[in-house]
């Protein structure tokens, strides 16, 4: 059995090392090694302990393991940076044995390493800083380079030339590093801290950065981009890869939840760099179909540093949005303020050091609604002065209320009438107790309302009811050095938001407990983790562990009816013993009724990833030979209605009790008398499902001369199947199996499958073992300044692809509400006499949903898998500004769509729509009752379906899907200088995609320009420092006062220019061949929607205009491209900008005063694209129909105090 867990320990016995493996196989069989450090490169022999010692100790080996593994599935990849090169002597030859020491600026720690016999040396797992390196040899003058910053995830190489030693001196220079990576194939672009902390930025999202890479196309709106709105972290695409399928590490442990969305982001303020990969041929990196988003935290040094600040966003300096514009509409309010702060510093100088980061974000949006509420008179059951009109005179009508129970039939006519109340007021002794309390406890209408029915009567103003955004976010983190070989940190984080939103009844700080919504104090929460350790083993070997952790949670639903007595509402004992304690929810038509959903939890993600990484050199090679276990664990508690809703309209108090008219009836006067017209308790099973990602790799990189350097590498991944903890999940459908429905005429196969029984596997698909995934790349040195790289790399993806639960392991019992036509059966106050049903789970077998839909995993589905592949030019050019130009592709196979496969077929379909909407004779009537097979006839189409039994099967996961991506990239990037970097990108490429089918019949899907296609794009990101005043090139020498308003200036900007997606073709309408685009669309019109319908007749055609478009017969399968690639979207435009100036108050402390204009332009944004519904009014249009996918123009004030 192939190991599924495995974990790495380092231990020290009398002065030898040794590394401890742990491997548990599915059948938690433990299996320890012990093997030597010193030849674990290569290792000969291995000792396999497997005594009685090691019985005795299996199970405390097993649950060390666990402890370390237990968790999450977090991606944990490298982070950190290297320094390499080679030492040689003035005649070019190498020199072996040299000293390299690493001495970093931030902590005042030194690391030493010895160059090999090839004079090459790699001091690995630096962080993100600043280095002076010391190289030293006998016999040769020392040379000190000073001032060599190491990036994020990137080598920086240093090169020494020793002279022979005369006299004993030590030569110091400058760094001039090269721009160039001369080490790899890996292409992607780095944000450093000066950028990360004044590029302005939506919401202070960190994620923003990454628009800004060459090959980054952003996919989908995110107006706000606060901290926790995770979904728009996460919405682009990478050199084609799918929308949202990228790697996010935050020190380099996963930041992703379940969903491939960022459950945690990091404050700005602690935040060190920010790195996007945008090629994966590093076989460390992995379960990725486009990129790598990296983000390193800051660390404590030996110098205290920090920062404080405020940032304020308020209406009056915001603009409004387009369609507010357009319709006339005051702009909305809305109010957020953010403030933190940061400290780091020493602990023990050299040895421990603290970081610590805090960050409050509050919003207050006035959410002013109104509503309706009872009259006093209606609430004690007096509808007396109910009307529901007037007459041609003005007077007022009178709605009448009827008694359900003296429903009757009248012969002379053969309907059912009834008697009206007298007086139109209901006898108290026939009333709902639960109704009376209920209503006694909604609020009084606080407004006249319609001066006729009283509707409208309750209106909560701006000063009454906020949409409110409280959101906490924290980071701390410690570094320790134990010894000059051997550090650590620790870094735990955490955020939490509270989102009141939605009250009807409450305001904020008062709480009604039947309030209706169920988006009250919405929560999401989330923890993230990460311990490192790192041993240099000896002067060529250094081992790295890391563990993470990632919890994240989302809470929604009302909280404020929970556990309020349901007998204490009037419901019977029998009742409330069957249920929770909550408050129902109960919906009056026409009104705002009472009660909601209690408070769930979906989802909850959470777990733990181990890596073990042992790095070494020999000669002209460097290896990292590891591997990495991580663990997928969602939990959803979703209660559904689990108290009972309980729906009421004016059927039951109506004058015919089967349609409702205008004139009789009250959903008021049913809730009183406790007549519902339906109703339902959910009972549902809280599901759990887990799902094991294992890796292991092996990396090269090979110096194969001082001019060409290749990287070859290997990584094999398996994702375990998903299973379920109540195995509550299908394991696929039996397409042979004989129903064990039989009816006349019809043979009847297929059946679901359950997990875990009848032999099945417990997984919902097969396990694939043969993930296999080679990676190549090489960087050839043309000169110093120019070096061609390529690379290839194969990389496989993390799904989750969940199908829900499957079939009977929710319950929901109806409640019976009529028995004969219009008299009221069960009521409110016991609604449900004969109990509540329980999940069944997999009892049914292949008797599962019968007459009803079906949806199933494929349990043959394989794991996507992206072939990256490129080959660049880089040019370091004057002025340090290093210049990119490049071809880069990817091709992405097994994309799991979902497929219809309960579909006529297409020869059944060309008998057309007469023929097969006839109603014929149902051979299911009788047999499958609570279904819509289960009347006499049917339309025959629902029989010539291959499985008649069921409506619609949908296959999830089905590995048929593909997409293509081709782009030219170029990108000029400045690095820092002077406290100044910009860079510049451009992107030319296209995307195409097999992601759907354009019929359900099809064999294959339509292969079609992909949605996220983005052809060209420009991005822009820089700062730079105004070279005037103290210090700077001009002003320096004004007078004090001038020069103190004149120095420290600095202007940023963060600006995106992309096409607009392709089209979506037009619905129920088929193309004539005439083009559709138009030589000034406009938002009014963005494509020509002439169309001839079936009559003959033009629609939506201005003068002169040929039909584009004409109607789609129905039952007709498209035999034209599903996209209209020829006509796009709006381009998507922006430009983020912020002016500062930081002014010095003393030594070590400074004030800095900063405007941002974000979306400077107030350009307006429309990703959602025109109204592509050809039956709808407003096809073609934009204005006034889509809303606007960006906010307008925010100016954001803040102020930081830095020390």
Wanted: charged letters at 15%.
């Amino acid at each position: 059995m192939l190991p599924v867990m495995s974990g790495y320990s380092l231990f020290n016995y009398r002065g030898k090392s040794f590394i401890l493996f742990c491997n548990m196989s599915a059948e938690d069989e433990g299996t320890l090694y012990v093997v030597g450090a010193d030849t674990l490169a290569f290792p000969k022999t291995k000792t396999k302990v497997t005594s009685m010692l090691f019985r005795s100790i299996r199970r405390t080996v097993i649950v060390l393991c666990l402890l370390a593994l237990s968790h999450h599935s977090l991606l944990s990849q490298e982070f950190r940076g290297s320094v390499s090169g080679k030492v040689t002597d003035t005649g070019g030859y190498s020199l072996s044995q040299a000293e390299v020491q690493v001495h970093s600026h931030q902590d005042a720690t030194d690391q030493t390493v010895m160059s090999n016999t090839e004079g090459l040396y790699r001091v690995p797992f630096l962080n993100p800083g600043t280095y002076d390196i010391t190289i030293s040899k006998g016999g040769f003058n020392t040379t000190k380079m000073v001032n060599v910053v190491v990036s994020l995830a990137q080598n920086t190489e240093v090169n020494a030339i020793l002279s022979p030693a005369t006299v004993s001196q030590e030569i110091v220079v400058s760094s001039s590093q090269t721009l160039v990576d001369t080490e790899s194939a890996d292409r992607g672009m780095t944000v450093e801290h000066t950028r990360v902390d004044n590029t302005p930025l939506q919401g202070q999202n960190i994620f923003a950065q990454a628009w800004s890479a060459p090959g980054v196309a952003v996919t989908s709106a995110a107006q706000r981009l606060r901290p926790f709105d995770v979904s728009g972290s996460t919405n682009m695409s990478i050199n084609g890869g799918q929308p949202g399928g990228n790697e996010v590490l935050v020190d380099g442990t996963s930041a992703l939840s379940q969903s491939s969305t960022v459950a945690y982001v990091p404050p700005v303020s602690a935040t060190d760099e920010f790195r996007v990969q945008t090629s994966v041929y590093d076989a460390q990196y992995g379960w990725t179909s486009g990129g790598v988003v990296n983000v390193v935290t800051k660390s404590g040094t030996n110098q205290f540093h920090g920062s404080a600040y405020e940032l304020l966003q308020n209406t009056v300096l915001d603009a409004n949005t387009y369609n507010s514009n357009y319709t006339g509409q005051p702009r909305g309010s809305s109010h957020i303020n953010t403030f933190g702060g940061s400290i780091g510093g020493p602990v023990f100088k050299n040895r421990v050091f603290g970081f610590f980061a805090y960050e409050e974000l509050r919003q207050f949006i006035p959410d002013p609604f109104t509503t309706s509420v009872p009259t006093p008179l209606e609430r004690i059951g007096d509808f007396s002065q109910s009307y529901y009109g007037t007459d041609g005179s003005g007077n007022k009508l009178l709605r009448t209320i009827y008694n359900p129970y003296s429903t009757r039939l009248n012969p002379a006519t053969n309907k059912y009438v009834r008697d009206p109340f007298p007086g139109n007021v209901i006898p108290k002794s026939m009333m709902s107790q639960v109704a009376l309390n209920v209503l006694a406890g909604l609020p009084a209408g606080n407004v006249a309302g319609n001066s006729v029915t009283n509707l409208n009567n309750l209106v909560n103003g701006p000063n009454s009811r906020k949409f409110t955004d409280l959101f906490d976010n924290w980071v701390a983190r410690g570094d320790y050095v134990l010894s000059p070989s051997t550090r650590f940190f620790t870094r735990y984080s955490r955020n939490k938001l509270t989102e009141a939103r939605g009250f009807i009844y409450s305001s904020n700080n008062n709480i009604n407990p039947f309030d209706t919504t169920k988006n009250s104090r919405y929560n999401r929460e989330n923890h993230n983790a990460t311990v490192q350790f790192t041993h240099v083993l000896n002067s060529r070997m250094t081992l790295d562990l890391r563990t993470g952790f990632e919890r994240f949670l989302l809470r929604n639903g009302a909280f404020q009816g929970l556990n309020y007595g349901l007998q204490k509402l009037g419901f019977s004992s029998d009742f409330a013993n069957l249920v929770p304690d909550n408050i129902p929810a109960f919906n009056l038509a026409g009104y705002g009724g009472a009660g909601a959903q209690p408070q769930g939890i979906s989802p909850i993600s959470q777990g733990n990833a181990f890596q073990g990484l042992l790095y070494m050199q020999a000669g002209r090679h460097t290896f990292r030979i590891g591997g990495e276990v991580y663990l997928n664990r969602v939990y959803s508690i979703n209660p559904g209605f689990s108290s009972g809703n309980f729906n009421f309209n004016t059927i039951f108090t109506g004058s015919d009790p089967n349609t409702a008219n205008s004139f009789s009836g009250s959903s008021v006067a049913s809730f009183l008398l406790g007549a519902p017209q339906s109703g339902y308790v959910d009972v549902n099973t809280t599901s759990a499902r887990q799902q094991l990602l294992n890796s292991l790799f092996v990396q090269d990189d090979i110096h194969v001369s001082d001019r060409l350097v290749m990287n070859a590498g290997l990584r094999w991944d398996v994702m375990t199947p998903m299973t379920d903890r109540h195995n509550a999940v299908a394991r696929g459908f039996d397409f042979n199996a004989t129903s064990p429905l039989s009816v006349p005429g019809l043979t009847l196969k297929g059946g679901l499958l359950y997990a875990g029984v009848n032999g099945q596997p417990r997984g919902i698909y097969n396990p694939d073992w043969t993930n296999f995934g080679p990676r190549a790349g090489a960087a050839f040195r043309i000169n110093d300044k120019t070096v061609l790289r390529g690379g290839y790399g194969l990389v496989y993806s993390q799904t989750f692809d969940d199908p829900g639960n499957a079939p009977g392991f929710s319950q929901e019992t109806a409640m019976v509400t009529s028995v004969v036509a219009g008299i009221p059966a069960n009521t409110l106050d016991n609604p449900f006499p004969n109990g509540i049903q329980k999940p069944i789970g997999a009892a049914l077998g292949l008797s599962a949903n019968l007459g009803q839909s079906l949806t199933f995993a494929d349990p043959n589905r394989r794991v996507p898998w992206t072939q990256q592949y490129s080959v660049e030019l880089q040019r370091e050019l004057p002025q340090k500004v290093l210049f990119t130009l490049g071809y880069v592709g990817s091709h992405t196979s097994s994309l799991g769509i979902t497929r219809s496969i309960n579909e006529i077929s297409a020869a059944s379909l060309a008998m057309g729509t007469a023929y097969l909407s006839t109603s014929v004779s149902n051979p299911f009537a009788g047999l499958l009752p609570g279904t819509s097979l289960n009347s006499a006839t049917v339309q025959r189409r629902q029989l010539l379906r291959p499985y008649p039994q069921f409506l619609s099967i949908s296959e999830m996961a089905s590995s048929v899907g593909r997409s293509t991506y081709n782009g030219m990239q170029t990108l000029l990037q400045k690095r820092m200088s002077n406290g100044s970097s910009v860079s510049f990108s451009y992107t030319y490429s296209k995307t195409l995609g097999q992601n759907s089918f354009a019929n359900p019949q099809d064999a294959h899907p339509e292969k079609v320009v992909a949605s996220w296609d983005v052809a060209n794009s420009i991005q822009i990101n820089g700062v730079y420092n105004l070279p005037v005043g103290r210090g700077q090139r001009w002003g320096a020498d004004t007078p004090s006062a001038v020069r103190a308003v004149i120095s420290g200036w600095r202007i940023s900007a963060l600006s995106r220019i992309q096409s607009g997606f392709p089209l979506t073709t037009p619905t129920s309408v088929v193309p004539t061949g005439v083009s559709a685009k138009l030589a000034h669309p406009t938002l009014n019109r963005w494509f020509n929607t002439c169309t001839r319908l079936s009559t003959g007749a033009l629609q939506n055609c201005q003068g002169g205009e040929s039909p584009v478009w004409a109607t789609r017969a129905s039952d007709t399968l498209q035999t034209w491209s599903t996209r209209l690639s020829y006509v796009r979207n709006p381009p998507i435009r922006n430009l983020d900008a912020s002016i500062m100036q930081e002014t010095p108050i003393r030594d070590g402390l400074a004030l800095t005063l900063r405007v941002d204009f974000l979306n400077l332009m107030n350009t307006p944004q429309w990703f959602n694209g025109p109204v592509t519904d050809s039956t709808s009014s407003n096809f073609g249009q934009i204005a006034g129909v889509s809303d606007q996918s960006n906010l307008p123009r925010v100016i954001q004030l803040s102020a930081k105090f830095l020390f």
